[in-house]
């Protein structure tokens, strides 16, 4: 019953079930998160860049949105609810797990959300830099608008444009690594969010699942919000780059190395828990599954 791995099944459960994903009528949502974060990020990035008379760099909105606190406790949140059947289970996929086997059918749903997480990711990124086109420029150099606008108006150094590209970020990364580094980290700590959700399915807790990804968002934000050391044992803070870095000095709060070993560890752990708790997976009862 748990079969051989036959990585063709594998994509092609994975590719059915995203096709039914992105046609779900809660992808409305997102329509939604891109106008909040028009508002809440991009904004507020433009009217700083007018009062200098200077353009952003393309990149700096995604890289804004990646690493504000209060964004990226809506990110994941929003993602949660896009995915929050996932993995889909009802009488009709038991019998489809029971033709392409245990193993090729939760290998595919691990392919699945690679897929859901990084096209979730690219429409934040289309939504951040295709509104830029046009009154930005596209280099690896930061805008003056980043690294001057306290010094030419100190007044309004606290301002919310000024907040969002902290020194943190141009003072230690170039555009190009930070935006790379921001997109990959936001994706491991999706990753994790929904390895979790599996998980619990697989267990036939998926409610307890569910509450699990809010309370790790949720304290996760908490955390970081307060700067205390135990904000690096959530995904949260280890997938937000300013976070490790001090304003003007090269020597890390924390290092990227711990923060990429940090994630690939729960990534690959919760992994392993799949591919093994999917051997005793029961079709008994399939409506344990969503409690």
């Not at 930061?142 to 020194?167: C, H, R």
């Given at each position: ?6 990585l ?33 990020a ?75 997480a ?39 150094a ?49 409610t ?10 949720s ?73």
């Amino acid at each position: 019953m748990f079969g051989r791995l036959n990585l063709r099944q594998c994509f092609t459960t994975a590719k059915t079930e995203y096709i039914k994903w992105i046609n779900d009528a809660r992808m409305i949502i997102l329509a939604v998160l891109l106008i909040f974060i028009y508002s809440f990020a991009i904004e507020p990035l433009l009217k700083n860049a007018e009062e200098m008379g200077e353009q952003l760099n393309t990149l700096e909105p995604f890289i804004a949105i990646a690493n504000s606190g209060a964004i990226m406790l809506i990110l994941p949140l929003v993602f949660l609810t896009l995915i929050a059947d996932f993995p889909k289970i009802d009488t009709n996929t038991v019998f489809y797990i029971m033709r392409v086997g245990r193993l090729n059918w939760i290998v595919g749903q691990m392919i699945k959300l690679v897929f859901m997480a990084a096209s979730y990711l690219a429409v934040i990124f289309l939504g951040a830099v295709v509104p830029m086109l046009g009154r930005s420029f596209w280099s690896d150099d930061w805008s003056k608008v980043a690294t001057q606008y306290k010094i030419m108006f100190p007044d309004k150094a606290g301002n919310f444009g000024v907040q969002l590209l902290p020194e943190n970020l141009y003072n230690q990364l170039s555009i190009y690594n930070a935006a790379i580094r921001s997109y990959l980290l936001v994706f491991a700590y999706l990753l994790i969010l929904g390895l979790i959700l599996l998980s619990f399915s697989i267990v036939k807790k998926k409610t307890a699942g569910f509450v699990a990804c809010a309370a790790i968002i949720s304290i996760g934000t908490a955390l970081c919000s307060i700067k205390t050391n135990l904000m690096w044992s959530m995904p949260m803070a280890n997938s937000i780059i300013w976070l490790h870095y001090t304003k003007y000095f090269r020597q890390p709060v924390v290092t990227m190395e711990f923060s990429i070993f940090y994630l690939c560890t729960m990534i690959v752990g919760l992994s392993v828990f799949c591919l093994t708790a999917i051997k005793k997976f029961n079709y008994d009862n399939v409506t344990e599954i969503a409690m």
